[in-house]
T-cell receptor, first 112, second 111 residues
């Protein structure tokens, strides 16, 4: 049983560029949440997708957007990258109203 | 005041010691509390979780919630070098459907 998978593992971009990160949830899960983890900090909630719609959103600007596909996989898009967007981006999957979230290995984004 | 506060450490103890990791929270609503372990350059791994109050034990790990003082703890018995990692506490608020994390405590178990 595959757990949560994310791609790519690492990414280097320059300021102003756009990036797309991808996530496949754990088998049987239908809800995907995205978190940003800066170095030395705990993960911060970006948003959650369920039934192909954004269900909850954290305190992140509109430059951060997402999508969920019918197979429950998800994408995180970040436009107009800033240096401060450099972080580990984590995807977590869960059941629709389940409290337990399982994380993927993350995508490490470096913005130069 | 942050919703979940955690001492970032670092914490260094000898192998075999009992480790106590702690967090405080500010919201009194019914909620779940989670403990995640994160190895360097990896994603967080769910260790265990408890509902609003009480203890939960799983092998060498015990999670404890003290509602009166808004304090949550993770105890590790017979600590091993493989326990060296960053430990993250988090609360899950039903309805918000999101996890709110503490900063994480970096733990090193010395052989």
């Amino acid at each position: 049983d595959a757990g949560v998978t994310q791609s790519p593992t690492h990414l280097i971009k320059t300021r102003g560029q756009q990036v797309t990160l991808r996530c496949s949830p754990k088998s049987g899960h239908d809800t995907v949440s995205w978190y940003q983890q800066a170095l030395g900090q705990g993960p911060q909630f970006i948003f959650q997708y369920y039934e192909e719609e954004e269900r909850q959103r954290g305190n992140f600007p509109d430059r951060f957007s997402g999508h969920q596909f019918p197979n429950y996989s998800s994408e995180l898009n970040v436009n107009a990258l800033l240096l401060g967007d450099s972080a580990l981006y984590l995807c977590a999957s869960s059941l629709a109203y389940g409290e337990t979230q399982y994380f993927g290995p993350g995508t490490r984004l470096l913005v130069l | 005041q942050k919703e979940v506060e955690q001492d970032p450490g670092p914490l260094s103890v000898p192998e075999g010691a009992i480790v106590s990791l702690n967090c405080t929270y500010s919201n009194s609503a019914f909620q779940y509390f989670m403990w995640y372990r994160q190895y360097s350059r990896k994603g967080p791994e769910l260790l265990m979780y408890t509902y609003s109050s009480g203890n939960k034990e799983d092998g060498r790990f015990t999670a404890q919630v003290d509602k009166s003082s808004k304090y949550i703890s993770l105890f590790i018995r017979d600590s091993q070098p493989s326990d060296s990692a960053t430990y993250l506490c988090a609360r899950y608020l039903q309805g918000a459907q999101k996890l709110v994390f503490g900063q994480g405590t970096r733990l090193t178990i010395n052989p």
